[in-house]
């Protein structure tokens, strides 16, 4: 490999590359073979006609294209490897020279990772995030589960309330004339939850079963259907059935039945423990996302923007595959909660800033530090990945490639300074109110 460094100016660089005559030849060979089934010539049956006929007739450069496509990944890597240039973008190509016989040369732009100047990172002080679990909090996870264990019962002697599900028909109107997705013959809805647009619930309150009524209500400006934002509209109502929920005893049977405890006390301590257990592991989240905060900026480094854009990417994309497994599209789900594609990743925008700019200093630190992981503790987070999927040890080390190795040995080495961080911070005692 013949790499060159033309230029840098930040975290813009320009480099060229040369390969071989014999390189450019297997990309020829390639290109050669995707296309000989296309082409006809006189004389020549499709698939048979000589390269060196072909070149003649359409010119050598007929094949370049999808030689260069073919031979470039590799040559590339090879060239960023031996720059030791830590890319972050897609190169921009230029072909300086290509010829048969003599082979090719690249001029290539792209964007390195910044410089980072680190300060002050060991020693920080932050205050304590309490993690006290209070008694009010045990009886609210306590009444959560007696809500999910609660039975069903019909109501027949009153009118509907708040917390009832009520089993209706309905068909809505603006100015008389329905609208579509505007009406069903049974649906549940629960007073109170929010589900249908405001004014909705709280006047099917007070009406009892059988009964046929009409309601008015105004659909909000940002409603996600266009045709019926900021419109007054009417709602025709039979209520069908009225059903309420009855909540079981907070007892020693309640807590046998929804446990594996025989008294209340025990699966009181129980929960105590668990939320407590809950609440020290958000508090050390909190605590180090603060310590990231300061020692961030401490730092000194110019991000290029084409970083922040790529995280935006990956969380976008994450997010789609998520929704994806949930049985909906991104459009979809865009038009339920009013937003666009283009407004998610507005709301991304500084999320990305915070992570990319903690990563950056973070991998510096690993470095500054001289933070190594050993073969063996790399071996044995690739077991403890793959035990997660349900593989072998054995097995994920023979999957992984050498890249999957060097990306998740950085990521230890972040963990490593992450540590190296919280470790050596001041923790001190919240102010009182």
Same mark, same amino acid.
Request: charged letters at 35%; glycine letters at 6%.
């Given at each position: 490999?013949?790499?060159?460094? !033309? ?11 040369? +390969?071989?005559?014999? =390189? ?6 390639? $290109? ?25 007739? %359409?010119? @050598? ?27 972050? $973008? ?21 964007? /390195? ?18 993690? @006290? ?18 039975? &069903?019962?019909?109501?027949? *002697? ?6 009832? =599900?009520?089993?209706?028909? %309905? @068909? ?15 649906? *549940? ?26 309601? $008015? ?16 509209? +009417? ?50 989240? /909190? ?15 110019? =991000? ?35 937003? &666009? ?11 990305? =800033? ?7 200093? !973070? ?21 403890? %990945?793959?035990?997660? %999927? ?7 080390? @023979? ?35």
């Amino acid at each position: 490999m013949n790499a060159t460094l !033309l230029s840098k100016e930040k975290t813009e660089v320009k480099f060229s590359f040369e +390969v071989s005559a014999e =390189v450019l030849e297997k990309g020829m060979a390639f $290109s050669y073979n995707k296309h000989k089934n296309q082409i006809s010539i006189p004389g020549f049956r499709k698939g048979k006609v000589p390269r060196k006929l072909i070149e003649a007739q %359409y010119g @050598e450069s007929f094949f370049y294209e999808d030689a260069v496509n073919h031979i470039f990944p590799e040559e590339y890597m090879a060239a960023v490897k031996e720059l030791g240039l830590d890319v972050v $973008s897609t190169p921009t190509l230029d072909v300086d020279y290509i010829e048969t016989g003599k082979g090719a040369k690249f001029l290539i732009d792209v964007t /390195i990772k910044p410089e980072v100047k680190l300060g002050q990172y060991k020693g920080l002080s932050v205050e304590k995030v309490v993690s @006290e679990v209070t008694e009010e909090e045990v009886l609210e996870e306590l009444k959560t589960v007696q809500a999910k264990n609660a039975r &069903t019962v019909e109501v027949t *002697d009153r009118a509907a309330e708040l917390g009832d =599900v009520v089993k209706m028909s %309905y @068909e809505g109107s603006v100015d008389g004339v329905p609208f579509e997705g505007g009406q069903s013959d049974e649906h *549940d809805l629960e007073l109170g939850s929010g589900m249908f647009i405001p004014g909705f619930e709280e006047q099917v309150v007070g009406h009892g079963l059988g009964e046929k009524f009409d309601i $008015s209500v105004k659909f909000p400006e940002q409603y996600h259907s266009g045709d019926l934002a900021g419109k007054d509209a +009417v709602f025709a109502i039979e209520i069908k059935g009225i059903t309420k929920k009855e909540l079981p005893e907070l007892d020693d049977a309640f807590a046998e039945d929804v446990s594996e405890f025989s008294t209340l006390d025990e699966y009181k301590a129980s929960i105590l423990e668990k939320l407590a257990k809950e609440k020290e592991e958000k508090a050390s989240q /909190i605590q180090g996302d603060k310590l990231l905060d300061v020692a961030v900026a401490n730092c000194e480094m110019e =991000v290029p923007q084409v970083m922040y854009d790529n995280k935006i990417d990956s969380m976008m994309k994450e997010f789609e595959e998520n929704i994806t497994r949930q049985g909906l599209s991104l459009d979809i789900y865009c038009q339920y909660m009013g937003t &666009t594609p283009e407004e998610m990743r507005e709301n991304f925008k500084d999320t990305s =800033v915070k992570s990319v700019d903690a990563r950056l200093m !973070l991998e510096a630190i690993a470095k500054e530090e001289s933070l190594a992981i050993s073969q063996e503790e790399l071996e044995a987070e690739i077991c403890k %990945y793959g035990e997660s %999927y349900g593989i072998d040890g054995k097995t994920m080390l @023979e999957m992984f490639r050498e890249e999957d190795k060097e990306a998740l040995e950085m990521d230890m080495l972040v963990r490593a300074a992450m540590k190296l961080i919280e470790e050596t911070a001041i923790f001190t005692e919240p102010k009182a109110e």
